[in-house]
């Protein structure tokens, strides 16, 4: 395993975690950056309740960097006008001077992924079926956002009912990655994750069913958090874990868990603090023992970056589960498929079935195929990996994977059809890397772990026991002391 020279974290985020609010004028006026959309999330929040700018200078600092950018990478969809909502940016700033102060995201530009409703918006979902759908209400986590003093500036891109690690769709077009508009973003949360990465959000939320918080996350160079099941949404439990969740994404670990606090059901965290990463034991899975094909380059990374953690007082530890990985495919595809006849009535009527995309007619059929025993087998391996996941946090605190097994590729391919010579058997099989956290329903975190030659991001899951996402996050706040990944920009512009 590679070993880096341990790099120090000049941000001091320790400090900032335990500063409490409000701050002085005086504090922010000496950390604003010359940009107001170069500051972080948690510092804008601070800065706009300290009155150090106002709401309608951020409103029109993030409308001026849209207007640019977002033409080339297509990450936000559906905008307000911008009449409107500097309209609401001066609300928000009147609300300040009368002392009301509607939360952390008082003022804030925000836009959420098109799978979710936000009242009175376009609601698309992707799909051309809905490409004038109007929503009447506004989903949970939005209301949730909402009740955090954000303005809803439109919507962030993504797949075709979010089906795919790769953010197109009839309606609005391909989000490119914020490193290269050339090449994709991930998906589903492809168009959150470009915004983040471009500046053109604050903090962004997605949705996660099959990576699609880590994958675009490490190819945004972002952070990108899947909680475990019942943290953010309000069904399933312990026993009974859901195979998707909502969840944050940030431009660091803190804006990140600053949303997390937003959109989870009960957010009693309690206080955050870096981990002492000192004698934390890191199982690395790799590629689960040559079974999973990877790009070129990204162990490298990986291991680059388990090697500073090692230089900081980590044991690492290369390991494989107890476990046959085909298993865990075989569960994920055989449940995942399952889900997907809740979208029967699509396939079922011919004015429907013509407009849907190749791979979700697919995914349907599969799931016809499917027999009760099959579906009972899925679960019954289900709960086996549980338990091996148990076991296997008995003996190292987390485990670790890529978060991807190729780096991003051109924005005109649908899916790789192929890695390191290995033919992908189906349109998601490329993203298999990912299942274990998925199919486990575990707290996951993407960190970026650098990038290669071309310039291309990439990044790697850290794994968490189930309700451990506290732990899992305060991990990434230690990791992000002791590397300097986050601090690299896109080159572009951007």
Known sequence: ?????????TLAMSTLLTLPLPVTNKLFAARLASDITDLSATDLSMAIKAKTVSCVEVMQAYLARIHRHNPVYNAIVSMVSDDELLLQAREADRALARNEYWG????????????????????????????????????????????????FIGKTNTPEFGLGSQSYNPVFGTTGSAFNPALTAGGSSGGAAC??????????????????????????????FRPSTNVVMDEGDAGNRLLWTSGPMGRTTRDTIQLLQ?????????????????????????????????????????EDSLGTL??????????????????????WTTLRHHRRLNMLNYYEDPQTRDALKPELIWEIEQGLKLSEDDVERAQSIRV???????????????????????????????????????????YHRWMEVVIPGSLGGIPVVNVPVGFDAQGRPMGMQ?????????????FALAYEQITDHLSVRPDRGA
Not at 114 to 120: A, C, E, K, M, S
Not at 310 to 320: C, L, N, R
């Open 384 to 426: 086996g990996w549980y338990a091996e996941l148990d076991r296997l946090f008995s003996r190292y605190d987390y485990l670790v994977l890529p978060s991807a097994q190729v780096f991003p590729f051109s924005k005109h391919i649908h899916w790789p059809r192929e890695i390191s010579g290995q033919k992908m058997d189906t």
């Open 310 to 331: 090692t230089d900081a007082g980590a044991i690492v530890e290369s390991i494989q589960p107890g476990f046959k990985p085909p298993e865990i495919w075989e569960s």
């Open 462 to 474: 850290i794994m968490g026991k189930f309700g451990d996402d506290k732990r899992v996050l305060e």
């Open 262 to 302: 937003t959109l989870a059901i009960n957010p009693s965290f309690g206080a955050w603090n870096p981990l002492n990463v000192r004698n934390v034991k890191i199982g690395w899975m790799g590629n689960l023992d040559g079974y999973l094909p990877m790009e070129e380059g990204i162990m490298d990374l990986c």
């Open 195 to 224: 915004g983040l990465g471009t500046r053109m959000l604050p903090v962004a939320d997605g949705g996660d069913m099959m990576g699609s918080l880590r994958n675009p996350a490490a190819y945004n160079n972002v952070i990108g």
């Open 1 to 9: 395993m590679h070993r880096r020279k341990f790099l120090k974290n």
């Open 104 to 151: 952390w995201m008082h003022g804030m530009p925000h836009a959420v992924k098109d799978l979710t409703p936000v009242r009175g918006m376009i609601y698309t979902e992707g799909s051309p079926l809905y490409a004038n759908r109007i929503a009447g209400e506004d989903g949970a986590i939005v209301t949730r956002i909402r009740n955090q003093g954000a303005i």
